[in-house]
């Protein structure tokens, strides 16, 4: 990955990664998914969501609105 893209969330939770994934793609925001967790012991490690840095802020602001209406997390 070329340093254009920046982390805007890190999580050890699959489904929450996959959910955030959606509804960024769902607000016209391309995202990556980057699994960091031991192949060996899934309890360690996390899962990362990059995006564009033009984007970021945006991403930041639409997590956080995400997770005020879900209460997930």
């Known amino acids: ?5 920046t982390i ?3 999580t050890t939770a699959d489904y929450v990664a996959e959910m955030l994934n959606q509804f960024l793609f769902d607000n016209d925001i391309e995202s990556v998914i980057v699994n960091k967790k ?3 012991y899934i309890c ?3 899962i990362e969501l990059y995006v564009q840095l033009d984007n970021a802020m945006k991403a930041k602001h639409l997590i956080k609105k995400f997770f005020d209406s ?3 997390d």
């Open 70 to 72: 879900e209460q997930l």
């Open 44 to 46: 360690i490690g996390e």
């Open 1 to 5: 990955m070329d340093s254009n893209w």
């Open 38 to 40: 031991d192949s060996a």
């Open 8 to 10: 805007v969330y890190s």
